[in-house]
């Protein structure tokens, strides 16, 4: 088959603590849900990024696509983890043809790996508009977005995709398809510095945006599992049950206060980290973090928008991709799916591309 921009595909987010999946139909800011699915998987099927039990993951994907009745196998899914590596660095002006070469050339100095085990891209910003450094007056320059992913990350993800019948054929990564679920429902040009933090099981992702484009982003190497390791020694839960603490659901027989205690502590590097983050974006880009966008299933704990505002001093939104996304009633309950929304931003924005290569 030949692939185009018409070609429906199937946005796969594999996380480390579920599955999603969906489809989009439409374009720009103008889309329709068509599919949409949750799979939960075992703990420590997969860890730091990496799928380390295919067999049951793949199992898991089959099942949710044979459930979501999904007929398109060409699919979409992202990567994250400490395996990726994303840097925005300074190149002269160049011809297309030279830059390429040129990348492949400048990017050993900032991959901490060997350059033949990672695959490169990069994306041109445009003229360099200052870093808070001095630059070299007598030669333009243009900002340029380098990536950086091992190779063994990204036959990980395409070899549970091909064992469960997909044909991997976009891998993006986390940071930028949550920034694409949100420049579906937000005018991001117009918004200056703005934040989005994905709240997930094993790493907190940010992306941070100035005028719509990703300024600098990080993987945060903790999230959610920390706690639920905590709750679930300290007051001897199952998993599922330990999971339900996070949202609220607390028995008689576990002191509640004491819960809640233990979760805002938990937050305390996560906001460590965040505030270096926004310092580190305000003294590069001249700017400040004005609005905070927080998905992911750290969201669904009750109050976590309030507690990050506290702390960092800036408005925080729990960030919901498919607000303005068309819901046909009579095939999904939008209630429910309202309730999962901050979980979906990375396979939202996923949804939204298209197969754009030559």
């Known amino acids: 088959m030949f692939l185009s921009d018409k070609t429906p595909l199937l946005a796969v987010d594999i ?41 049951q993951v793949a199992d898991a994907l089959t099942r949710l696509i044979r459930a ?10 992202s990567l994250s ?15 297309d043809d030279e830059l390429t070469e040129s990348i492949t050339q400048e990017a050993e100095q900032y991959i ?22 001095f630059e070299d007056l007598e030669e333009d320059k243009q900002d340029i977005l380098l990536v950086a992913v091992q190779n063994d990350l990204i036959d990980n993800r395409a070899d549970v995709l091909q064992a469960a019948g997909l044909k991997p054929v976009i891998i993006d990564l986390d940071v930028f398809a949550m920034s694409n679920a949100l420049a579906v429902q937000r005018d ?12 997930g099981n094993a790493f907190t992702h940010v992306n941070l945006l100035l005028d719509g484009v990703s300024f600098f982003t990080r993987d ?20 599922n049950e330990t999971e339900g603490l996070k949202q609220g659901i607390i028995p008689e027989s576990v002191d509640r206060q ?20 926004f310092e580190l974006f305000s003294s590069t880009s001249n700017s400040t973090v004005e609005q905070v966008f927080v998905c992911g299933g750290g969201a669904l704990i009750p109050g976590v928008d309030n507690l990050l ?6 408005p925080v939104e729990i960030f919901n991709p498919l607000e303005t996304i068309k819901i046909n009633p009579r095939k999904f309950d939008r209630d429910s799916i309202s309730q999962m929304a901050p979980l979906a931003s990375v396979v939202a924005g996923l949804a939204t591309r298209r197969f754009d290569y030559l």
């Open 220 to 239: 945060i190497p903790t999230g959610g599992r920390v706690l639920t390791n905590q709750l679930g020694k300290e007051f001897r839960l199952e998993y």
């Open 112 to 133: 901490p790996f060997d350059i033949d085990d990672v695959r490169l891209d990069y994306q041109k910003l445009g003229m360099s508009g200052g870093g808070g450094e």
């Open 68 to 77: 979501e009745k999904v007929e398109t196998r060409y699919a979409v899914a």
């Open 15 to 55: 996380g480390s603590s579920s599955i999603k999946l969906a489809q989009l139909q439409g374009s720009g800011k103008r889309y329709e849900l068509t599919a949409f699915g949750v799979m939960p998987l075992e703990p420590d099927a997969i860890t730091d990024g990496i799928v380390r039990d295919e067999e």
């Open 81 to 95: 983890g400490e395996s990726v590596i994303i840097k925005k660095i300074q190149m002269p002006l160049m011809p």
């Open 309 to 314: 505002s506290d702390r960092l001093a800036v």
């Open 188 to 199: 991001l040009e117009t918004m200056g510095g703005v934040a989005v933090v994905d709240l």
């Open 258 to 277: 004491a819960v809640i205690d233990m979760i805002v502590d938990s937050f305390d590097p996560i906001i460590d980290e965040l505030q270096k983050s």
